[in-house]
């Protein structure tokens, strides 16, 4: 048996604790909604560079693929898979290494869960790969890169 | 009048209005609660991160899966089904009040740095679309942090429809599509004769043994699968919780499963490691994926699936601790009746306007101090580690429930519930301890001084909370009151019938 203290106060304007006296429905929050996710993928087709596969674009690609050999770091397939994904200036890579809240977001992309509180060790392949990706297509984000990452205590995954 | 006491069928001729409210009260159907979970539990956001791990991503899944995510599933479905409420009351009806606060509030603080870190990300992943220098803009990120906490506090004071609807929406064009998209290229380029970019022998299957690291691997992976039980609260909403919320829940886990296997094993198939490049966030391996393809269009496309896929999670979690922490407020007078208002759709505005106030303050020492978003991933290390504390009072209390109430009518029964509990238990035992051994990030200091930060956030913004809403609390806060532990919002049709 349940039973109601005070129905009138201090529980707000509302006196009846009913989650469910439902009045009105959501059409307009869902058409406004949906509306918003149109507008902003419209946005995005028209601001988002897709990367510039060109001769220049070839020619990184090559050195990257030079210097993760070198490395010993695995690689892709074929070139063609590095210029695509990177173009001519790995825009997406190169502006996003070496800043506090980049960095911050690195940290949170090896976190797990759904409160993403859990951190996972850091793979080496992973800064090692971008490390070369910064080295072959923006050298100015290097140290920066470096003195962030340095201290790092890395997880090796390849074996020996 | 409550509409609680009331029993449906015997107010149908005599009480009008109470039933007309009860009539209209059902308003999640199982399908909905099951893409809500799913969007409260997994996202594409952890497939980059896991395809690092190749075909051994499998085994960090199924481990912790094993031995954490189906004793949380099994075991929530049976409380669930036997006590409306969530975690506060499931918590309460077996150790009493002051812990069912302890076990509600660990849930409710961990969102405290979980929503700016969350909507960082959202910033981070909607400059990638639009221009990748704005993710190191500071009043970009805060901007967007602030914008949409608000903007998703607003849709949630819609109510629970809103919520619902929006939430299982959001997973569903976010998560399910964008996933299937992702499983079905990388099928395509395996059959298209490309070589996987990760190795897939069966020796694969083993991660690298790396000492104390592969062990935290495992272990701390259990955490992929954490927020099963937060729609429990939600459970009165659906029309038959007994039979419906287990169903729930064993969806809601085979659909995380494949998610979280198939995502990242697509990824691997593709990405090399060496160039995953995770600081862009889950853009980069994106659209690397999509380079491959000469499908590059899709990259903005996916990345605001992406987005829409954390915000429906984000708008899941914000209707669902606080809701725990209103009921337990209301039924033992432990937070002020100001924070205890309901708007007319019945959800605790005050509460998400003073979190908003919280998140926003927080976002902006997050964007504009080096040295917070440095090292905010530490806050969110110690709002874990009080996460697990609740997990560890809900296992302890679904095996005393067990014993002291066995006649108890259950919608469902977790087989070999024993087993279940000390599979759960010592998992999140076991995931608590390694909270306190430093990660890769953490080159401040030794282990000691490491421990100590953690574990004084903890026993601050846990136990220490929660003891000092005990102590302030006042008899007359309560405003709703439970002889038998009943919710504070009106109980199931099915607890009526008991």
């Known amino acids: 048996m349940i039973q109601e203290l005070d129905i009138s106060s201090p529980v707000g304007e509302h006196p009846i604790p009913e989650r469910h006296a439902y009045t009105h429905n959501n059409r307009s929050l869902y058409a406004f909604t949906a509306v918003f996710i149109a507008v902003l993928i419209i946005v995005s087709f028209v601001t988002f560079t897709r990367p510039t596969n060109n001769a220049t674009a070839t020619t990184k690609a090559v050195a990257l693929e030079t210097l993760l050999k070198k490395e010993g770091l695995p690689l892709p397939t074929s070139l063609s898979e590095i210029s695509n994904s990177l173009g001519t200036s790995a825009a997406g890579v190169c502006d996003t290494s070496g800043y506090n809240l980049t960095d911050a977001i690195f940290n949170q992309q090896f976190s797990v869960g759904a409160t993403a509180g859990r951190t996972l060790p850091v793979e080496r392949e992973v800064l090692d790969g971008q490390l070369a990706i910064l080295d072959t297509y923006c050298p100015g984000r290097v140290s920066a890169f470096v003195r962030h990452f340095h201290a790092y205590d890395l997880y090796q995954l390849s074996r020996p | ?498």
């Not at chain 2, 001729?13 to 308003?27: F, M, S």
């Not at chain 2, 190191?136 to 849709?155: D, E, K, L, N, P």
Request: hydrophobic share 55%.
């Open chain 2, 1 to 498: 009048m409550s509409v609680a006491a009331t029993n449906p069928s015997e107010a149908a001729g005599t009480l009008a209005a109470p039933l007309r409210i009860v009539a209209k009260r059902n308003v999640i159907s199982w399908k909905t609660m099951t893409f809500m979970t799913v969007s409260v539990v997994c996202s594409l956001r952890a497939a980059p991160t896991m395809a690092v791990f190749g075909l051994g991503s499998i085994l960090l899944y199924a481990i912790p899966a094993v031995l954490f995510f189906v004793p949380e599933t099994l075991i929530s479905a049976e409380l669930a089904s036997a006590w409306p409420g969530g975690i506060y009351r499931w918590v309460t009806e077996a150790f009493g009040p002051k812990i069912g606060l302890l076990a509600v509030w660990c849930q409710y603080a961990q969102t405290i740095f979980y929503y700016p870190a969350l909507l960082a990300y959202v910033a981070s992943t909607l400059a990638y679309v639009v221009d990748p220098r704005l993710a190191s803009s500071g009043m970009f990120t805060a901007i967007v942090i602030i914008g949409v906490y608000w903007a998703a506090a607003i849709i949630s004071g819609r109510g629970m429809k809103a919520v619902s609807g929006l939430s299982s929406a959001g997973s569903i064009i976010g998560t399910i599509i964008p996933g299937i998209v992702l499983v079905g290229l990388g099928i395509a380029y395996l059959a298209g004769g490309h070589a996987s970019a990760a190795p897939m022998h069966v020796h694969d299957l083993l991660p690298a043994w790396a000492g104390i690291a592969s062990l935290v691997l495992v272990v701390n992976n259990v955490l992929s699968f954490d927020g099963m039980e937060v729609n429990a609260v939600h459970v009165s909403e659906l029309k038959d919780p007994k039979r419906e919320f287990p169903r729930v829940m064993f969806w809601s886990i085979g659909i995380c499963m494949l998610v979280f296997i198939l995502s990242a094993l697509a990824v691997a198939w593709v990405v090399p490691n060496s160039t995953v490049s995770l600081t862009a966030g889950v853009m980069q391996a994106f659209s690397n994926l999509f380079g491959v393809f000469h499908l590059g269009f899709m990259t903005p496309v996916v990345g605001v699936m992406i987005i829409l896929a954390m915000l429906s999670g984000m708008i899941a979690w914000l209707a669902g601790p606080s809701t725990g922490l209103l009921l337990i407020g209301r039924e033992e007078g432990f937070i002020p009746p100001y924070f205890q208002k309901l708007n007319k759709q019945g959800m605790q505005m005050n509460i998400f306007i003073w979190q908003g106030i919280i998140t926003s303050i927080i976002a902006c020492l997050y964007a504009f101090i080096p040295v917070v978003s440095d090292a905010y991933w530490i806050f969110e290390v110690m709002t874990i580690q009080i996460y697990l504390v609740m997990y560890l009072l809900m296992y302890l209390s679904a095996m005393k429930l067990r014993k002291s109430q066995p006649d108890r009518p259950r919608g469902y029964r977790t087989p070999a519930l024993r087993t279940m509990c000390g599979m759960g238990i010592f998992t999140t035992v076991a995931a608590f301890f390694l909270g306190f051994d430093p990660p890769s990030q953490f080159h401040s200091g030794g282990t000691l001084v490491y421990i100590l930060i953690v574990a004084g956030g903890v026993g601050i913004m846990g136990p220490g909370a929660a003891l000092l809403l005990d102590k302030i609390k006042k008899p007359h806060w309560k405003t709703f009151q439970s002889s038998t532990g009943m919710s504070a919002f009106a109980t199931s049709s099915t607890d009526a019938k008991e």
